[in-house]
């Protein structure tokens, strides 16, 4: 294009007024309906013409101007993930994986926070409705209850009716029925190889640390996995190694540190998560027991506290970048029509990564 287009492609920009798609097409030599093809992706376009187009894409700043449209309500161009709490290691991967196939499909994605209410939940879930979001991907354990199976279902069908998708992030499905994905994690299997493993190391006093009054899905995969492994192995389970205690860090270190005051009555311990494998790791090291001489230590998630850790940890890996990019493919495929309602039900694998924190020990 002539050099006067491209001077007034810098004049927008310059003087501080919003480039418009026009101002685009001018400085990349195109048409706007090209522009449009590029910001959508879903039209084949030359790569040169492309490279062109997001080359005044970026020198333009129009990126900026099409998120702000977006966050005005634009319906195709939102993904919302919602979770209890941005701070978990686990969340934010999964949120990376989210944001990433959504940058990739030309969205924006919105994270939400409940703390753990659910009442906001569903408030969130309305507003994100109401600004047009393609997918609502919710993430974490719940208490798979009735009451939470009718809120869900209820939901699932409200977002369907508005053109938008529910997803459920690392949770089992809530009925063949219903509308929504569900992108879930071998939770149950993974416990499962932990426990295995430190059973073949000579283990059969195994401490399982993070039980809940109230279980949800994600404790009580994990607890199903542990209990089975030792069934199968021959041990009788005793319920006074389960110990109830959060997935963080001060909960474990505490509630460890509590049971150590009146006894060692355990050879190995297996935290809920990685995070309480570090307050678990602090607690023994505080009672004067070394890890693994003393006591094995396992975790679970294989975020970056594993190999923080010393001894690095051995842990169960669940790949949470996967689990956010494969919410976000499946429900925009769905979406798109390049996938059936028949292909929105996913488990990703889990495997045990070996590091240094479990030692065998000899049976007897």
Known sequence: MSGAAGQKGRTAVDDGSRARLRDVAERAGVSMSTVSRVLADNYPVAQATRQRVLRAI???DYVANTHARALRGVVTQTV???????????????????????????????????????????????????????????????ADNAAYRVRMTATAHSLEASGSRLVLCGRPSIGDDVPATVVEYDNEGGAYAMTSRMLVAGHRRILFLGTDPVPTTTVGGRLAGYRRALADFGVEADPALEQACGFGRADAYDRLTGRLRTARDFTAVFAVTDLAAAGALAALNDAGLKVPEDVSLGGYD????AIDLRPRLTTVHVPYE??????????????????????????????VVVRESIARRPLG
Do not use: K, P, Y
């Open 80 to 142: 919302a993930f919602v979770l209890n709490d941005i701070r978990g290691g686990s969340f934010t991967q999964v949120a990376h994986g989210v944001e990433e196939e959504a940058a990739r499909r030309g969205m924006l994605c919105l994270i939400c926070t409940t703390q753990g209410d659910l009442e906001r939940e569903l408030s969130v879930v309305r507003t994100m409705q109401e600004q047009g979001a393609a997918a609502v991907i919710l993430i974490g354990g719940v």
């Open 302 to 305: 294989d975020v970056d506290t």
């Open 322 to 351: 996967e689990l956010g990019r494969t919410a976000v493919r499946l429900a925009l495929d769905l979406r798109e029509g390049r996938a059936s309602s028949a292909e929105q039900h996913v488990t990703l694998g889990t495997h």
């Open 58 to 60: 970026r020198e333009m």
